[in-house]
C-alpha cells in the first residue's frame, strides 16, 4: 500500500484509549454491503454509500470505492471532461496516479496517499485520467472519491482547488502501535489534518494490523461512517462482524471501537478504513447527476448554465 506511513511509530501522538464510559461507545445502527459499478471510462468502482438514506450520511453525498485493481500495460482508464456544482469532490488516491485538470487551470498529479479537494461552487469542469506513463505500465490502482455537501449560502461561491500532499497528512497511532491512523482533514485527538473544510467534517485512514484494535475519541456532533477498503475485523463491543466492502452508519457516542480480525489471505496483514465524521447540514438535498443542490430548479439552472458554457472550457 502505497498510503503514507511512518518509519516508525515513535514519533508519533499516540491516541489516548481510557477515560471511556460503556454507555458512551458508538454502536452500528446499520450495516451494508457496496455494489460493484463502472464509473468516468469504465474504471471498476464500489458504490459505498449505495442504499443508506441522506438523514444518515449529511453532509455527505456519495462515495466511490476505485479500485483496487491492478491494470495490464494500455488498460488504465480516467474518466472525460464533466461538470460539477454545489458540493466538494475529495479524491483521495491509496495506490496509483491520477492526473487532475479543471476549467480554472488548476491541477496536477494525485499520486500514492495525495488528496485533491476541488471545491466545485457556482460550476467547475475537470478531468481526472491516468497519465501517459501509468497507461503504458500498467499496475495497482485504488483510491477514493468522496462528495461532501455545500450548505445553501456556500453552493455559488467561487471554486477553489486544495492540493494535499501525503508528507502533509497527521498521522497518529493507537496506545499500543498497533494502528495507524491519517488525519486528512478535520481534528482526531487533538491533531488536525491539512484540508480546509467549508463544512466541518473528520476525514481519516485507519491501518489496523490483525489481532489489534484501535478506539478513537468521538464528539462534537459529527456523525460517523466507517467504510472497510480491504480485510475485515470487528466493530464495537458488541464484536458485530464488519468486512471488506461494507459500511458501517454508527449510533450518537463518545468513541468508536475497531478489530481487525484474520482473513483467508496470509498476505493481509492489516485491515484497512476510512472513517468519516461530519456536522449535519439540515438542509433538503436533490443530487442528479453531477450537480448536488437544494431544489430541483436549482439543478435545471445547472444544466442551462452548463450547456450556455458558464461552468468554463476544458483546458488542453
Known amino acids: 500500500m502505497s498510503a503514507v506511513s511512518p518509519a516508525d511509530f515513535g514519533g508519533l501522538t499516540h491516541i489516548e484509549e481510557s477515560g471511556f464510559s460503556p454507555q458512551e461507545e458508538k454502536l452500528p445502527v446499520m450495516i451494508t454491503s457496496a455494489p460493484s459499478g463502472l464509473e468516468g471510462e469504465g474504471f471498476p468502482v464500489k458504490r459505498a454509500f449505495a442504499g443508506v438514506g441522506s438523514r444518515y450520511l449529511d453532509p455527505f453525498v456519495h462515495m466511490d470505492q476505485m479500485g483496487s485493481v491492478r491494470y495490464e500495460p494500455g488498460q488504465a482508464k480516467g474518466t472525460p471532461w464533466h461538470p460539477h456544482r454545489g458540493f466538494e469532490t475529495v479524491t483521495y488516491m491509496i495506490d496509483g496516479v491520477f492526473e487532475h485538470h479543471d476549467s480554472t487551470g488548476k491541477g496536477g498529479l494525485i499520486a500514492g496517499g495525495d488528496t485533491q479537494w476541488m471545491t466545485a461552487g457556482s460550476g467547475i469542469l475537470h478531468i481526472e485520467t491516468p ?15 468522496l462528495w461532501v455537501n455545500l450548505p445553501a449560502k456556500d453552493k455559488f461561491i467561487e471554486p477553489k482547488y486544495q492540493d494535499i500532499k501525503a508528507e502533509h497528512v497527521k498521522m497518529l497511532s493507537s496506545k499500543e502501535e498497533g494502528a495507524l491512523v491519517r488525519v486528512i482533514a478535520g481534528d482526531m485527538a487533538g491533531e488536525k489534518g491539512p484540508g480546509v473544510t467549508k463544512t466541518p467534517i473528520v476525514f481519516l485512514h485507519a491501518s489496523i ?108
Not at 497519465?131 to 472519491?145: A, K, M, N, R, T
Open 131 to 145: 497519465p501517459l506513463s501509468e497507461v503504458l505500465s500498467g499496475g495497482l490502482f485504488h483510491g477514493i472519491q
Open 209 to 316: 494490523h490483525v489481532g489489534e484494535r484501535l478506539i478513537l475519541p468521538w464528539g462534537g456532533g459529527l456523525n460517523c461512517l466507517v467504510y472497510v477498503l480491504s480485510g475485515k475485523g470487528l466493530i464495537s463491543s458488541r464484536q458485530t462482524p464488519i468486512n471488506e466492502g461494507q459500511l458501517a452508519v454508527m449510533s450518537d457516542g463518545g468513541y468508536v471501537e475497531l478489530r481487525a480480525i484474520r482473513t483467508d489471505s496470509v498476505a493481509e496483514k492489516t485491515m484497512e478504513v476510512i472513517l468519516l465524521g461530519g456536522e449535519p447540514i439540515g438542509e433538503k438535498v436533490v443530487k442528479y447527476g453531477p450537480f448536488v443542490m437544494n431544489t430541483m430548479d436549482e439543478i435545471k439552472d445547472a444544466f442551462d448554465d452548463y450547456a450556455a458554457g458558464k461552468f468554463g472550457k476544458p483546458i488542453t
